[in-house]
């Protein structure tokens, strides 16, 4: 029996990964696939039980399991804690702890919630791409970083720092990525003003040789955000840093309308992998049976393709919230405009999955 840690989290984190863990476990058992859940803290919450946001004892339990669910870190109980305990520093810890360098975040739209973005639905229809955003080096884990408050200028510094290593094996997947795909990829940078990003031009330069078939463009930062929401079915697979890709992969979540859709995977070199919705935890919706769980649901299918290579169970999934959606189930956050019928509760969407899942 495989285990697969879960981390609810905080805000709607419970909620959503509680319904994610009930499709896995009826999928699984029809595809008879052996798993076992283990729950454990992070977060908020475990800075209430523990007064840490991740503990050794959570990292080591994920050490020595076969995938970990995430839900979601943080909410305003916590705001105001320094940056160094704060909630979202069990996110960094637990990437960094298990070298999850790559994050995958597809962003594809749904031709049931097409009308949802706030771009054209023309602009919109068909868009389906994936930001393979590093995940554990660059200006989040760059070294020095302080505040100086000593003199009469308070001054900071963060240091944004690669080395060709990193650049490396995040541009292997994002080429192997884009070989499955339409092979493309575009890698994004601001080379024009950073000698990391002149660095990563040669490097992903490199990489490419080993893949003659498939296209290399060079994007600067700035023009990638224009384009994103000008013309963004050009875009097959994203490779970048992991600031640029933090900005970029919401942005690319949001044009397609929703948010609460969007699943992601982040990678580590032996193959451990983590999987959590894209969205937050939504605190002003906690606790009232109203999130929507199915990029939860939707990262439990990631989950069985990349740690279980489960292919037929994924698309099962897949295939199950498609119909959902089809058939005109929806949580609040993805009703749309005009579109006159009641919204269901986080425990229900779950139910709606679970019936399609039984008919596939
Ligand atoms: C994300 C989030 C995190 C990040 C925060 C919560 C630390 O925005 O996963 O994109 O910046 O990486
Ligand atoms: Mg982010």
Partial sequence: MDRIVVLPGDGIGPEVTAQAQRVLEVVCAKHDIKIGFEEALIGGASIDAKGSPLTDDVIELCRESRAILLGAVGG???????????????????????GLFANLRPAQVFSALAQASSLRPEVVEGIDMLVVRELTGGIYFGEPRFIDRSGPVRTATNAMVYDENEIARITRVAFEAAGGRRQHVTHVHKANVLEVSQLWMEVVEEVAKNYPNIE????????????????????????????????????????????????SASIAEGGLGLYEPVHGSAPDIAGQDLANPLAAILSGAMMLEHSFSAHDAAGAIRSAVDAVLDAGHRTGDIVLDGENRPTIGCVEMGDRVLEQLECV
């Avoid at 930062?221 to 900005?247: H, Q, W, Y």
């Fill in 216 to 263: 290399l463009a060079h994007q600067l930062v700035d023009s990638c955000a224009m384009l994103l929401v000008k013309e963004p079915r050009r875009f097959d697979v994203i490779v970048t840093g992991n600031l640029f890709g933090d900005i970029l992969s919401d942005q690319a979540a949001m044009i397609t309308g929703s948010l609460g859709m969007l699943p």
């Fill in 76 to 98: 305003p109980k916590w705001d105001d804690m320094p940056v160094a305990t704060r909630p979202e520093k069990g996110l960094l810890g637990i990437r960094k702890a298990l």
